[in-house]
């Protein structure tokens, strides 16, 4: 059976059909995901560019003080998180495929924007901000790419189909890190100018290689009612501890040890946090396939506690290799947790509409797909909160201790969440969820 075909966009799409899903659906849904990885990864890339610039502007030239700094990695943050909703309804509205050659030509804005910025060492910071909140652009990306991946794949695949493709993303964020201190040898410009190529090719693979699907197309009514389900912000909040957690400590790491540890490497070792982050992602994706989302996120949970305890130990011994450790396990955590977290969306969805029929199903896919969006936005909120935290605490402390005091108490109020509602034998507030099945 042939997926009908108009256009790019595909009509005909049945992935719960394994007849269909061996002889189309897999090659199909594996070519999407791939130039998907692809437009999310620059998109990670752009959104989280100012982590890696910041640390080099006073070398630059650029006199900001360290609160300043703080202020220009996190406004990209509070940015994306607040563009997450509209790009996750982009995909309904214009397709999967023409919205990732839209939202990959958007990032040129930030990049052109910033390498302009850089040329004047004497440009004013309000310009700087104004460009780091340009920024968002890329934070934006993943709520679209993650809604518009979730259609191609067959409810079996769907939590390690995400890992990989959030993966793919946040990965982006551990190649700029890396790639940032190595492009400044020749000018801080070019730290910005060097992504123009890679967007322009993003683009065009997007267009020439990615499909739109029928089946995506809903009007804002069908799945605006992933607003009114109380899991949609339950699930929300318990990503502001997973995803709000990787990404607010990649934007703030490098800033954070370069105030701590002066003497330390920072901006070259910036980067190993994030790609731990990323590469566990998959891996908490498939563990929630095994043993349950709401079981692999409270053990995550449980590590990013423990995470924070120890940093909190490296600090105390003023130990970088632990607080280095520290950190990684936090990201690595937090990683598996990102996983986790969103294989949970989809099934909570699926099991609330198993008893019911088809297009019941259909629905449950659709705020399904919009409660992906949703708790992105929402929980890429952390992102900001967490570099505030740091900065205020190093503003009226000396110190990040309080931050981390704060962030560990975080943790407990989310494990105690996940718990209540998915955790416990059978949910009181949706009985037909027992534990086992998320």
Not at 165 to 179: I, S, Y
Not at 252 to 264: K, R
Request: glycine fraction near 10%.
């Amino acid at each position: 059976m042939n997926p009908h075909r108009t256009r790019r966009w595909i009509d005909h799409w049945e992935p719960e059909d394994p007849r269909f899903w061996a002889a189309t659906g897999r090659r199909v849904a594996t070519r999407n995901l791939i130039w998907s990885i692809f437009v999310e990864h620059l998109g990670f890339a752009v959104w989280l560019l100012w982590s890696g610039i910041v640390v080099h502007l006073p070398q630059a030239g650029f006199t900001f003080t360290v609160d300043q700094l703080f202020w220009l990695v996190a406004v990209p943050n509070l940015v994306g998180a607040a563009l997450r909703l509209p790009y996750t309804f982009a995909v309904s509205a214009f397709g999967g495929r023409n919205w990732n050659v839209a939202s990959a030509l958007l990032l040129l804005a930030p990049v052109g924007l910033l390498a302009w910025l850089l040329t004047d060492p004497a440009t004013p910071y309000w310009m700087f901000l104004a460009a780091a909140a340009t920024a968002g652009l890329g934070g934006g990306n993943f709520a679209s790419s993650m809604a518009n991946v979730s259609y191609f794949y067959p409810e079996r695949h769907k939590g390690f189909a995400l890992g990989v493709n959030a993966a793919g993303g946040n990965l982006g964020v551990a190649v700029v890190q890396a790639l940032v201190p190595l492009v400044v040898t020749a000018g801080l410009v070019n730290a910005a100018l060097v992504w123009v190529v890679p967007i322009l090719a993003a683009a065009l693979c997007a267009y020439l290689f990615m499909d739109n699907l029928a089946v995506a197309r809903t009007d804002f009514s069908v799945q605006g009612r992933a607003f009114l389900r109380a899991h949609t912000w339950v699930m929300s909040f318990l990503y502001i501890g997973t995803f709000g957690s990787f990404i607010g400590y990649s934007a703030a790491f490098p800033l954070v040890v370069s105030a701590v540890f002066a003497e330390s490497a920072a901006p070259y070792l910036a980067f190993l946090g994030p790609l731990a982050g990323s590469l566990a992602r998959p891996v908490g994706g498939r563990l929630a396939d095994r043993h349950g989302g709401a079981r692999v996120t409270a053990w995550s949970f449980y590590a990013m506690a423990a995470g924070a305890l120890l940093a909190l130990a490296g600090l105390a011994q003023h130990a970088f290799p632990l607080f280095l450790a520290a950190f990684g396990l936090l990201f690595t955590a937090a990683g598996i947790g990102n996983g986790s977290t969103y294989r949970m969306i989809p099934a909570i969805f699926a099991a609330q509409a198993a008893r019911g029929d088809a297009d019941a199903r259909l629905r449950a896919r659709r705020e399904a797909a919009a409660a992906i969006g949703i708790a992105s936005a929402v929980g890429a909120f952390g992102g900001f909160l967490i570099p505030r935290g740091f900065a205020t605490a190093l503003e009226r402390t000396g110190s990040i201790d309080p931050a981390l005091y704060a962030f560990l108490a975080g943790y407990a109020v989310f494990l105690a969440v996940n718990w209540w509602f998915y955790r416990r034998t059978v949910l009181t507030r949706v009985p037909s969820l027992a534990h086992n099945q998320i």
